[in-house]
């Protein structure tokens, strides 16, 4: 690694550290939670999430997308166990699907990820944030429901999912929906600008504040169920560690239900990690850009060691990733120590993570659900007009109802419904005289036409002048204004200078 890498990494190590800690308290549960709806050894979920924190991150050339067993995955993954026969075999799958995403990372798949209208992906973030509250509520009223927090309806239906809600209110613990209040309070409290005056309060993050109160909780009342903690397994010795892991029966090679199974998830993964990673990248505070092809790749490096050594396959997950940003990462060494604090909680910590309650847990997922599905990110929609508000809220009312691909397959619909009703016609072109690259838009422009824009940005070299011509345009997707807006605010890092010329501020029509 270069002095300048390091450097950056060191200036953020701070914000990087307390991120990690708590996307590494919300990842525990999910990891466990979906090798449990899964049908796969508890263990497994924790393999696929250190190797997510420890391989995926240096791999990807993402700095927020944190990865790790998904739970968009669990159908599928119960269903090839049980068609398979056993779990060694269906770890054939995970690796071969590895080696399907590698190839699709050369062939420049990742391009597909520019393709999914900021609406639609807007409409994720809050069906997402919204599944979240949903699902956490019963945790965090005590109703003893298995712990399933990501992006989901998990095996169940959404009928049964509200179902469940609903039960949650007629199953009230008095005293743990106390510690649910208390823990909101705090996580929002912790965020006023009165509070933040303090140093504690700037130094020490409130989900890890929410945690210890949960954990003083435990010992206080001391006759709490197992099913509303933690439960990680403990290990005795080397012995024990070495049973945990389960390797690939690489003899069923010939069975071509194998080569069926590792194509469907190579597919589903690899869809659910460029939908993750162009999430990401809008809630970036930075308004970085990670590499589609490259993430593409990493996450077929870490499904092949995953496999080899008894994980379940892994994507890039919206959940965890969210959770990192909104508590302050700003590299991938927050994804990367959270990797390391899991192998810490198998090997030290397990008696004491096994003392937080789930309601803890599920307050730090309904804040961030609160902030993922906020009012004002409907309002913002709304005032941007109906091509991007209907978009925006079929996707949301989709994936509640059926599940995350579905949703997204639906507002993709909707979207390019609107794209097409305005008759646009595509059309960017870029001119390079000497360090001066000018970049013409022609007419019409649509969210079509951000992987092109995307390429041209990337092909600017350092120190270059680029000219945005917008004096023949007629129509801008709201995408494509973002984009540029992204490469401007990055351009002073790589010594770019942009000049923007008789271009207007463009709305939709």
């Not at 902030?371 to 091509?387: D, I, R, V």
Request: aromatic share 10%.
């Amino acid at each position: 690694m270069d002095e300048k890498k390091m450097s950056y990494y060191l200036k953020h190590l701070k914000e990087d550290f307390r991120a990690s800690i708590v996307v590494f308290l919300v990842a525990i549960p999910l990891c466990l939670g979906i090798a449990l709806a899964s049908g796969a050894p508890l263990f497994s979920g924790l393999i696929a999430g250190i190797v997510g924190g420890l391989v995926v991150s240096w791999a990807s050339a993402s700095q927020l997308s944190v990865a790790g067993p998904a739970a968009g995955l669990t159908v599928i993954v119960l269903g090839a166990i049980e068609s398979l026969g056993s779990y060694p075999l269906f770890l054939v799958s995970v690796v071969l699907a590895g080696v399907l995403q590698i190839t699709m990372g050369y062939l420049k798949a990742g391009t597909l990820g520019a393709f999914f209208p900021s609406s639609v992906i807007k409409g994720m973030l809050a069906g997402i944030g919204l599944i979240l509250i949903i699902k956490q509520i019963p945790h965090a009223f005590g109703y003893d429901v298995n712990f399933e927090g990501d992006d989901s309806y998990m095996l169940e239906t959404a009928s049964s999912s509200f179902n469940t809600l609903f039960q949650s209110f007629s199953a009230v613990s008095l005293s743990i929906s106390l510690l649910t209040l208390v823990s909101l309070a705090l996580l929002w409290l912790w965020e006023t600008e009165r509070l933040k005056k303090f140093a504690f309060v700037r130094n020490v993050p409130a989900p890890l504040i929410v945690v210890v109160l949960g954990i003083l909780y435990t010992a206080i009342i001391g006759n709490i169920e197992k099913t509303h903690l933690v439960s990680i397994p403990e290990i005795s010795g080397f012995e024990s560690l070495t049973k945990l892991f389960i390797f690939p029966d690489f003899s069923a090679l010939l069975n071509p239900q194998i080569y069926v199974i590792a194509i469907t998830l190579a597919i589903v993964a690899s869809i659910e990690t460029l939908l993750s990673l162009e999430a990401v990248d809008r809630l970036d505070p930075l308004k970085r850009v990670a590499p589609t092809n490259r993430e593409l790749k990493a996450q077929g490096l870490g499904n092949i060691i995953s496999g080899m050594i008894g994980g379940l396959p892994l994507t890039s997950v919206i959940v965890r990733s969210s959770v990192n940003v909104y508590n302050g990462g700003r590299t991938k060494v927050s994804s990367f120590l959270h990797g390391w604090w899991l192998v810490l909680s198998v090997f030290v910590l397990a008696p004491l993570l096994n003392m937080i309650p789930l309601a803890s847990l599920a307050s730090i997922l309904i804040y961030v659900g609160y902030k993922l599905a906020s009012p004002k990110l409907f309002k913002e929609l709304y005032h941007q007009g109906w091509n991007q508000f209907l978009p925006f809220v079929i996707t949301i009312v989709a994936i509640l109802s059926t599940d995350l691909l579905q949703g997204i397959a639906l507002g993709m619909v909707v979207g390019l419904f609107f794209v097409i009703r305005t008759n646009y016609h595509k059309a960017i072109s870029m001119k390079k005289e000497g360090n001066v690259y000018r970049i013409t838009l022609h007419k019409d422009v649509s969210f079509l036409n951000k992987a092109l824009l995307r390429r041209f940005f990337n092909e600017v070299e350092n120190n270059s002048h680029v000219i945005i011509d917008g004096s023949k345009v007629e129509f801008v997707d709201h995408d494509i204004l973002e984009a540029i807006d992204n490469f401007i605010v990055t351009s002073s890092d790589r010594d770019i200078s942009v000049e923007k010329k008789l271009f207007v501020d463009l709305k939709e029509s």
